[in-house]
């Protein structure tokens, strides 16, 4: 019988067991959005995990959300991430970039000329931006019109094209937690009145769009998409999420890709969820599921052992332990994260919690 230590293929990519790190934002890259050699430390601590994801990446300028946050479009920040995918593989490790675009949920002073941010309809979101000058208010973001979202799926490919020279095992397409793709996915931040909004079909119409073409660069079987059904973080709802992520999970079908990454749940305990089955939607799922959401040892191997998951991400264990996996497999005690350093800073917090002795 399987269990978080026994591997896996998703898609095409084979882990050697079945914890996953979760993109988690640590805003500890320069503002050129180059990774640095901490960053290469951090992630190469964490190769035992079966497959590590990246944080959320930002595809462009234009993508950008918060401070520190590393891109994935300029050579600089190829050169960065290479080293990163070098040192988790030299020790045998297997890692994935999150391919991140934030939508609205950004300030003027991240985007370049002071822009302002852009979303599927001009409806500011409830709550502050995170910016260097400190937490701002939202500002009302811009609708995107019709005619410039092919320019935002070349953006998507061209990150896919720079996570390949970088060296990835594969890319994550971020479409959860209130960022852009989940913008359009959900009717509270989309009221558009074109084929872009409206009916389940048009508002997954972008998503689809960008997993088609990232799919076309690097292959459906390296190719994982991240929803949110119900997470109500960054001010988002929908009217119907189990009709419209059912709809997404079998649309998803059609690409064969090498896994759906599915929050179930909320995040940041951003409150009361509505109700959803995720159950049914891992049914309707022909890709390998994997599982997040405070997960812990026991409840992860009943994910696998039941059926319900094919592996399961783990993101606070992963920050306070970077052999988590061996402490699992030994039932060696965990060391406690500190909240106050998960957001940018040195490397306190961050490559300094202890590996068992
Ligand atoms: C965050 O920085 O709080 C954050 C980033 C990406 C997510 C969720 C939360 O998907």
Known sequence: MSDLFSPVK?????????????????????????????NVTYYAQRASAGLIITEATPISAMAHGYPLLPGIYTDAQVAGWKKVTQAVHAKGGKIVIQLWHVGRISHPSLLPNQALPVAPSAIKPAGKAVTYEGLQDFVTPRALM?????????EYEHATRCALEAGFD???VHSANGYLLDQFLRDGTN??????????????????????????????????????????????????????????????NAYKLAYLHVVEGGIHSGGE????????MRRLCNSA???????????GNAAISSGHADAVAFGVPFIANPDLVERYQHDWPLNEADSNS????????????????
């Open 146 to 154: 019709r005619e410039e979202l092919p320019a935002i799926i070349q």
């Open 289 to 299: 599921y994997m599982a997040n959401l405070a997960y812990d040892k026991a409840r």
């Open 273 to 280: 969820t509505q109700p959803f089955d995720f159950a049914e």
């Open 191 to 252: 009221h558009r009145d074109d084929e872009y909004g409206g009916s389940m079909e048009n508002r997954a119409r972008l998503l689809m769009q960008v997993v088609q073409a990232v799919v076309a660069i690097a292959g459906a079987d390296k190719v994982g998409v991240r929803l949110s059904p119900v997470n109500p973080f960054n001010d988002m709802q929908d009217s119907n999420p189990q009709a419209m992520f059912n709809y997404v999970t079998q649309q998803l």
């Open 342 to 357: 998960f957001y940018g800073g040195t490397e306190k917090g961050y490559t300094d919690y202890p590996f068992y002795q």
């Open 170 to 172: 594969g890319v994550e």
């Open 10 to 38: 998703l898609g095409a990519i084979a882990l050697k067991n079945r914890m996953v790190m979760a993109p988690l934002t640590r805003n500890r890259s320069s503002n050129d959005g180059v990774p640095n050699d901490l």
